[in-house]
């Protein structure tokens, strides 16, 4: 059903909603990845560890790789990473499973929203606490306290893809731009507090502080926009009023044919966005990150090149790229699609030829200008690529298909992230 013109969004409100969830859903992998040197510091174990431990030195962020971190600052990355996808690969499967027995998306993500401010704030508090004497303990709380997050976002994920298909296409296109927001937003902190040279602790209370305050203001909006929002709750309504039909004619919304009927329609638009994420993850950040500049022993290589070029320049030209895609037509053939999205495998191999170190097996051809321009295209025709896939599948299916397609996009997703990120590591040993 349309939605009556008279019934607007007024000021775009509901447009920064989505933005605003989309960024959300991914503020709880950049606080604990960017806070790192925190991270190095809360695990320091005094020199009366365990035999099995090393004896810290002062320096609470030893480099990468170095003999110097102990066990849990080596292995809390892989963790925090393992525990992730395996938090999201485990809710994408109970949804499927119970997804009749689900409460409506609005309810959900206002659970979700709430416990997870509620974590945020328990993060924050365990900031000002010496756990040196433990770090077991403090280890194995936040990787708890990780699950318990990333499960609610996995939740506030898969409660907003099928929520925003309640609305107009172009508000699909959205939530896609979130996380590279959230990304230039998190970098834009890591470069301060690099330059204001905050100490290990202060940086991890700052990065949990924002967080938590992301998180309440993010509740505040919704809870104002789904009691105080016309659009909002006229579309809402509408389409809950077709749901309640289709329930009491048992109506079956998705069945298994279903399912495959929509693969067969869109499978082409699956494969191009399964490629376009994958050649993404194989080499950035897992890959990019390790990349040097090639001017040695200065201010700018030892600090500023990967913050701005492999993070903040990579974020920047993925949101040009994700809000270029309202522009372009949007195909109607999904292997129009398919040809860039593999011609991004070239990417990958020029990559492997710049300065990442440290490196055996593959020689050095390319140097900085080369990397910068290599980061900007793989940015930029990931976010137009990608936007243009989630704008083009609810043309290509009927309406009451189009809730069931867009679901499938983060399951696919978080599936080849998963793999790709796993690969990524092969590939840095190879070279």
């Known amino acids: 059903m349309e939605i009556v013109p008279e019934i607007k969004d007024s000021y775009y409100i509901t447009y920064g909603f989505f933005y605003l969830m989309g960024m959300l859903v991914y503020v709880p992998y950049h606080v604990f990845i960017h806070a790192y040197t925190y991270w190095n510091f809360k ?66 993500i206002t659970w979700a929203l709430m416990m997870d401010c509620f974590l945020f704030v328990i993060s924050t508090i365990l900031t000002q606490i010496d756990f040196r004497e433990s770090v077991r303990l403090i280890f194995g709380i936040s990787i708890l306290l990780l699950l318990l997050i990333t499960f609610c976002s996995a939740i506030s994920m898969i409660s907003l893809y099928e929520l925003v298909t309640k609305f107009p296409v172009r508000y699909y296109a959205s939530i ?100 376009v994420d994958g050649t993404t993850f194989l080499i950035h950040p897992g890959y990019t990150t390790l990349v040097m500049s090639t001017a040695h022993d200065t201010t700018w290589s030892e600090l500023y090149f990967t913050p701005v070029v492999v993070l903040l320049l990579y974020y920047v030209c993925n949101l040009i790229g994700l809000e270029s895609a309202r522009i372009v037509k949007t195909p109607k053939n999904g292997k129009v699609v398919m040809v860039p999205s593999v011609i991004r495998f070239s990417l990958i191999t020029m990559m492997i030829f710049c300065n990442a170190q440290p490196r055996q097996h593959v020689p050095v051809y390319f ?9 900007i295209l793989l940015a930029f025709s990931g976010g137009i690529l990608k936007n243009i896939i ?36 092969a590939i840095n040993k190879l070279i």
């Not at 990468?64 to 992730?84: D, H, K, M, V, W």
């Not at 009927?398 to 590591?425: G, K, W």
């Open 367 to 375: 140097g900085d200008s080369t990397f910068i321009f290599l980061i």
């Open 390 to 425: 989630i704008l083009a599948i609810p043309t290509v299916v009927p309406r009451d298909e189009i809730e069931a397609a867009i679901v499938l996009v983060p399951c696919f997703s978080v599936v080849v992230v998963s793999s790709c990120t796993a690969l990524s590591m």
């Open 43 to 108: 695990f320091q174990e005094p020199c009366d560890g365990p035999p099995s431990s090393s004896c810290p030195t002062t320096d609470s962020n030893p480099p990468e790789g170095s003999p110097e971190r102990n066990y849990f600052q080596r292995c809390f990355t892989a963790s925090f990473l393992i525990t992730s996808h395996f938090t999201f690969l485990a809710f994408l499967f109970l949804a499927v499973l119970f997804s009749k027995k689900m409460p409506p998306p609005v309810k959900r």
């Open 176 to 275: 896609m731009s979130g996380p590279s927001i959230c990304g230039i937003i998190a970098v834009l902190i890591q470069i301060a507090l690099i330059g204001a040279r905050v100490s290990p602790e202060m940086n991890g209370t700052i990065y949990f502080t924002l967080g938590t305050a992301i998180m309440l203001a993010t509740t505040v909006f919704y809870l104002f926009l789904i009691r105080r929002s016309k659009f909002f709750i006229y579309t809402i309504q509408d389409h809950s009023a077709a749901d309640t039909y289709r329930e009491m004619n048992d109506v079956k919304v998705v069945s298994r044919e279903k399912m495959v009927s929509i693969f067969r329609k869109i499978k082409w638009y699956y494969a191009s966005l399964m490629i």
